[in-house]
């Protein structure tokens, strides 16, 4: 039988897991349609770059701790392109737009997360707060790029933090 802090780690990893990979196919669709001359190119690059090494090391982990990837990386990576894709296509400003509610989002999952680990796995709360340290600047970058003056900022950014609340709430159980 397995203990209840390693069946709250699996969930963890899993649905961490899965977030990471669906920022790397945001991130993706973005360049697809900005290119890497448009405004904030070079911004977007490096934060996908940060996400894949997120991504890689909680493939490493999942690996290491025999612990099963959502079953919903499939319609993750198609949703993750779409959003990016769409995103950069309204604008510049949408794309960051989109940076910021999804870190907004992921700031507040990865400290719910801390809290319910507290001291009981401290290699995986070590790695989350590395990484929510990462997407916090990843927020203030979109917000110092323009995200505020996306076209209805305000709904675009409430759409994508519902998205987001659901994803990770589906991708922890399926």
Do not use: N
Not at 67 to 88: K, Q
Not at 98 to 122: F, K, M, N, V, W
Not at 151 to 157: H, V, W
Request: charged share 25%; aromatic share 6%; with cysteine.
């Amino acid at each position: 039988m397995t203990s209840a802090p390693a069946k709250l780690a699996d969930r963890i990893l899993r649905v961490d897991q899965a977030g990471e990979f669906g920022a790397v196919r945001i991130y993706a669709g973005q360049l697809a349609v900005m290119g890497d001359r448009a405004p904030h190119a070079r911004e977007v690059a490096f934060m996908a770059a940060q996400e894949e090494d997120h991504r890689r090391r909680f493939d490493a982990m999942l690996a290491q701790r025999g612990v099963r990837p959502t079953a919903l990386a499939p319609l993750w990576s198609a949703a993750g392109y779409a959003l990016g894709a769409a995103t950069a296509l309204i604008g510049p400003e949408a794309a960051m737009a989109c940076t910021a509610a999804i870190e907004t989002e992921i700031d507040r999952h990865y400290t719910q997360q801390l809290d319910e680990l507290g001291d009981s796995d401290p290699e995986l709360a070590a790695t989350i707060t590395e990484f929510r340290d990462h997407e916090r600047e990843h927020k203030q970058a979109a917000l110092d790029a323009g995200a505020e003056r996306a076209p209805a900022y305000p709904l675009l950014s409430g759409a994508i933090r519902l998205g987001c609340r659901l994803a990770i709430r589906l991708s922890e159980r399926i």
